[in-house]
């Protein structure tokens, strides 16, 4: 059973398109994530929710808008796709938040969702 | 700012030889640590993180860190490397209080046969 699973895996469109990457996480955590990862493997975190609210918002252009219907499912989607924006998008989710009680929670990460733009 | 640099892009070690995989950071505080690795075409798993007390931190795989407060550096070891043990290395940081996990830029490390 997959604990963080995020469809679809690939995902090829042309420059202008709207796409959506959704995930889900079956380890009853309250704090989910997206990552972005580039060509370089460089990894950035774009947005985290915990129990459905939005805590972080990275500098990320407004045409992602992340949406989270609960605290199970985090999707991810995407306006007017441009090239830049071909990457590996992760999922990723952990008991709480960091800074909160524990702090030092464990991240759950999906399989990565390839997206790319021509 | 809140940083973590790993120095080496790609480590080479052959199999059965020791390894290390190195990361310092610049964080006030006594931050969270943690290293996760990366397979080709998976996400990132856990390995280990530091909380706080003994400053050498058991992981998965045999795989171990160590914590220097005075050189701000949380390395990873390996006693004995393993072909499988090549992948994506990833240090992370979490600032205490806080609400952020900072990646350092990877190592690739290659064990060769």
């Known amino acids: 059973d997959t604990a963080v699973s995020q469809t679809p895996k690939y995902l090829v469109t042309q420059m202008g398109n709207d796409k959506s990457i959704k995930c889900e996480q079956n380890?009853?955590?309250?704090?989910m994530y997206w990552y972005k990862q580039d060509s370089k493997k460089f990894l950035k975190i774009m947005f985290s929710y915990n129990n459905k609210e939005l805590i972080i918002n990275e500098t990320v252009p407004n045409r992602f808008s992340p949406k989270s219907p609960d605290k199970a499912h985090l999707n991810l989607h995407i306006n007017s796709l441009e090239l830049g924006d071909s990457a590996v998008y992760f999922c990723a989710s952990s008991q709480g938040p960091f800074g909160g009680i524990s702090g030092a929670n464990v991240l759950t990460f999906g399989a990565g969702s390839r997206l790319t733009v021509l | 700012a809140q940083s973590v640099a790993q120095p080496e892009d790609q480590v080479n070690v052959a199999e059965g030889n020791p390894l290390t995989v190195k990361c310092t950071y610049s964080v006030s505080g006594n931050p969270y640590l943690f290293w996760y690795v990366q397979y080709p075409n998976r996400g990132l798993q856990f390995l280990l993180k530091y909380i706080t007390g003994d400053n050498l931190v058991k992981g998965s795989y045999g795989f171990e860190a160590e914590f220097n407060k005075s050189q701000t550096s949380f390395h990873l070891k390996k006693p004995s490397a393993l072909v499988s043990d090549s992948a994506l290395y990833f240090c992370a940081v979490s600032p205490r209080g806080f609400q952020k996990l900072v990646f350092g830029t990877g190592t690739r490390l290659l064990v060769s046969p």
């Open positions: 380890l009853g955590h309250d704090t």
